[in-house]
């Protein structure tokens, strides 16, 4: 289905780490793309300022751009004690930027969710999407993108909307602000001698620029086999075909 040269894209949280590497890829294949953040930190494409909590301001910037795709990559930074703030923004957030794509007719809505959804501390080796949410979450960030994630697939055929979540491990690359920064504040404070269990823990990293194109490709093929919940193996045919 050849629709994406018709498409407008918006990327929401687009100032960001991941999101502006997503509009810089957007970009450089020639797409229609504009930002809704919080912050501006880049002049290049047209910016609406505004919060996703506030679904009118959502609405303005989708009228105002005549979005067609939204690519949601907002939320605030892991590891903040503020459940109340996770919740606002993530949830109820998330829920206002679904109800305004509703009401404005966009097509379609990639959500960045989190691989920290399904992890409560115990190891997780070898799964796909089908496993469930952990009963307890592991913190309020991960509760509150789980939340989302729900609201996002449920969405999901509904008034015209086609949807789907990704889940990212950790995201490295340029442009990243907490990771490194964290790591170099570990090293100034001389926390160098803690080691958590037997040395041998794994964690998933992915190039951030792997992780923009993965939210590129999920809008190009959301409407022709991905949607909501889908068979794993099926896209992995998709995409390498
Ligand atoms: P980031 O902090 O660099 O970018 C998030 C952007 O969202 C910022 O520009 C911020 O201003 C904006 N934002 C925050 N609250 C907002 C609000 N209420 N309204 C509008 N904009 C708002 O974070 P990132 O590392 O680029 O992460 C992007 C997404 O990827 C997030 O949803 C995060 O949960 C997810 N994720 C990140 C990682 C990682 O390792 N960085 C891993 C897994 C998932």
């Known amino acids: 289905m050849a629709t994406r040269g018709r498409d407008s894209y918006i990327v929401i949280g687009g100032s960001g780490f991941l999101g502006r590497h997503i509009v810089e890829a957007l970009l450089a294949r020639g797409d229609v793309v504009s930002v809704f953040d919080i912050v501006q930190r880049y002049h290049d494409v047209p910016f609406y300022v505004g ?17 067609t795709v939204i690519i949601h990559t907002a939320s605030p930074v892991a590891g903040i004690q503020d459940p109340a703030l996770y919740w606002k923004v993530n949830v109820d957030g998330t829920k206002a930027v679904i109800a305004a794509a509703q009401k404005k007719g966009v097509r379609k809505l990639v959500y960045t969710s989190s691989a920290g959804v399904v992890f409560n501390g115990a190891d997780i080796i070898d799964v796909d999407e089908r496993i469930p949410f952990p009963e307890k979450a592991m913190d309020a960030y991960n509760e509150s993108k789980a939340k989302a994630e729900e609201a996002v697939l449920a969405a999901n055929g509904q008034n015209g909307l086609l949807t789907v979540a990704l889940r990212p491990a950790g995201i490295f690359g340029p442009g990243d602000r907490q990771v490194m920064a964290g790591l170099c504040q570990v090293y100034e404070r001389n926390q160098l001698h803690f080691q958590i269990g037997d040395n041998n823990n794994l964690f998933d990293w992915t190039y951030v620029g792997n992780v923009a194109h993965a939210h590129l490709l999920a809008a190009d093929k959301l409407g022709e086999t991905l949607a909501g919940t889908f068979d794993i193996n099926k896209v992995k045919e998709d995409i390498t075909t």
């Not at 301001?57 to 105002?64: D, M, N, R």
């Open 51 to 67: 919060d996703i909590s506030e679904e009118d301001q959502v609405a303005s910037a989708l009228e105002k751009s005549s979005a």
